[in-house]
């Protein structure tokens, strides 16, 4: 399995990007799409998430109603638009897959993800 990021790079304060994560090597439907960051001396943390149709998202409340997600199965691909960018946004992004389970959880855990892309750096100059 390959989770491939990219689409990072530097950006002004109140500029957009678009980080994309390209899957090869599983059943790209099936899984939920998460992205994940870590800024520069701070612990990974949850940014979004979206379900294998789409219909699920969730967004930490730092980036909701600034940020969206989405996914094109067709293409093995999930998206995360980032609009309203902010030097508080400055981090590595991971993109990550979890396999279908039949436990509850809340995708919003490293932990509930089998597979992870290696980042890709996006820097938020003010």
């Known amino acids: 399995v390959q989770l491939q990021a990219s689409g990072g790079g530097l950006v002004q304060a109140g500029g957009s990007l678009r980080l994309s994560c390209a899957a090869s090597g599983l059943t790209f439907s099936s899984y939920t799409m998460g992205w994940f960051r870590q800024a520069p001396g701070k612990e990974r943390e949850f940014v979004s998430a979206?379900?294998?149709?789409?219909?699920?998202?969730l967004f930490a409340d730092s980036v909701k109603d600034r940020f969206t997600i989405s996914r094109d199965n067709a293409k093995n691909t999930a998206y995360l638009q980032m609009n309203g960018l902010n030097p508080e946004d400055t981090a590595v992004y991971y993109c990550?897959?979890?396999?279908?389970?039949?436990?509850?959880?809340?995708?919003?855990?490293?932990?509930?993800?089998?597979?992870w892309g290696q980042g890709t750096l996006v820097t938020v100059s003010s």
């Open positions: 979206i379900s294998w149709t789409g219909g699920t998202q």
């Open positions: 990550a897959a979890a396999r279908p389970s039949s436990r509850t959880l809340s995708y919003t855990r490293e932990a509930d993800y089998n597979y």
